[in-house]
């Protein structure tokens, strides 16, 4: 299945149906009077996310989606039935945006949430609405209203455990196949990774979902190269596993670029825990390993991991590491959602 992160899509909520105009006509009952019915509710366009998914494939070939109009009111005031709401799937971790992708509409990011992002229209008024003591056979009924339409984006930011980024042809892609069953596209030259990779590590009953992104360059938080587009995944990741070419001449340098592109996107990218790997240790001598990490540890206030994806030396260290600061983040995550929702809870809005 093809991945795609991204997608316009043109909604339209169902329209109310139209009151009946209607009189009861019934064998020894002269003035029946009136009787027409409500017309029924139009149906709602809900967005609903679920696990099954994580890709917006499903809406690059279908863009246009228009819910259930509601059926017009009859006569011995039955009311016509609501429209059926439409209910669109999408992955856990999509954003929805207005059509100039600068108001957020919607944010799910659990399996299960859903928003009801357009409402239906309101069914019409039939003629026994109106009836009263000086009206009695009303002829006036009231049309269903119109549903709602917009033009939104669908924006897919993957949620997993921890983010695996770095300079292009860093080894992301060849440490995410060593450690999982994921088989990304591995190759000698830059920009071999298009789109985020997928992979699950597993360490007895634990495991953690990794994300491989794209190599990123000077300038990414401005567009540069694959720019925000792929930077957008980091948001969602809870630890980031920032890998470094070890046979790269500055690897001070290539650490600074990437931590100057998070802090330049903002959205707490900075912030976020991080482990440094130190890559390609199969290539260099004992020597120029523990130089190139003495380096590194004193420009990077966090965890460094000498490792080789291509050997797979270091992996049983990192691995731990990576497992202990996921759990972590974790525990601190909730501690956090906690307090937000206590927050929640006392505020006079609901």
């Given amino acids: 299945m093809k991945f795609l992160d991204e997608a316009r899509i043109y909604l339209k909520s169902g329209d ?3 009151g009946a105009l209607s009189f009861r ?10 009787d027409g019915g409500d017309g029924g509710k139009g149906g709602d366009i809900v967005l609903l996310a679920v696990e099954a998914l994580n890709t917006l494939i499903d809406y690059r070939y279908r863009q246009h989606f228009r819910a259930a109009d509601g059926r017009p009111g009859e006569g011995g005031r039955r009311s016509g039935a609501s429209g059926q709401d439409l209910v669109l799937k999408v992955p856990v971790g999509t954003e929805i945006l207005d059509e100039g992708k600068e108001v957020v509409l919607g944010d799910l990011s659990r399996n299960g949430e859903r928003i009801v992002l357009l409402e239906g229209g309101a069914g019409g008024l039939g003629n026994a609405h ?23 984006w669908l924006r897919l930011k993957l949620i997993a455990d921890i983010g695996i980024i770095g300079l292009p042809n860093a080894g992301k892609s060849t440490l995410l196949a060593a450690l999982s069953n994921a088989r990304p596209k591995i190759a000698s030259y830059p920009f071999t990774t298009l789109k985020p990779q997928l992979g699950v590590v597993r360490a007895g009953d634990e495991e953690l979902v990794l994300a491989d992104l794209p190599g990123l360059i000077a300038g990414a938080s401005e567009g540069a190269g694959l720019g925000t587009r792929f930077l ?12 470094i070419d070890g046979t790269r001449g500055d690897l001070v340098r290539s650490y600074r670029t990437i931590r100057r592109e998070l802090r330049r996107y903002g959205e707490g990218l900075a912030e976020k825990p991080e482990i440094l790997a130190f890559n390609k240790i199969d290539a260099l001598s004992e020597k ?16 460094l991991v000498p490792i ?5 030396a270091g992996f049983g260290e990192l691995l731990s590491a990576l497992f202990s600061a996921a759990q972590r983040a974790r525990a601190r995550g909730g501690r956090e959602e906690g307090r937000r929702e206590g927050v929640a809870a006392l505020s006079p809005l609901g």
């Fill in 16 to 18: 109310g149906g139209a």
């Fill in 232 to 243: 957008g995944h980091v948001e969602r990741c809870t630890l980031l596993l920032h890998l």
């Fill in 308 to 312: 080789s994806a291509a050997t797979g």
């Fill in 288 to 303: 120029a390993v523990a130089e190139g990490c003495r380096r590194l540890q004193r420009a990077a206030e966090c965890p």
């Fill in 130 to 152: 109106f009836k009263s003591s000086i009206n009695r056979a009303p002829r006036r009924t009231l049309p269903g209203a119109p549903g709602r339409e917009a033009s939104v």
């Fill in 25 to 34: 006509r019934e064998k020894f009952i002269p003035r029946g009077g009136p």
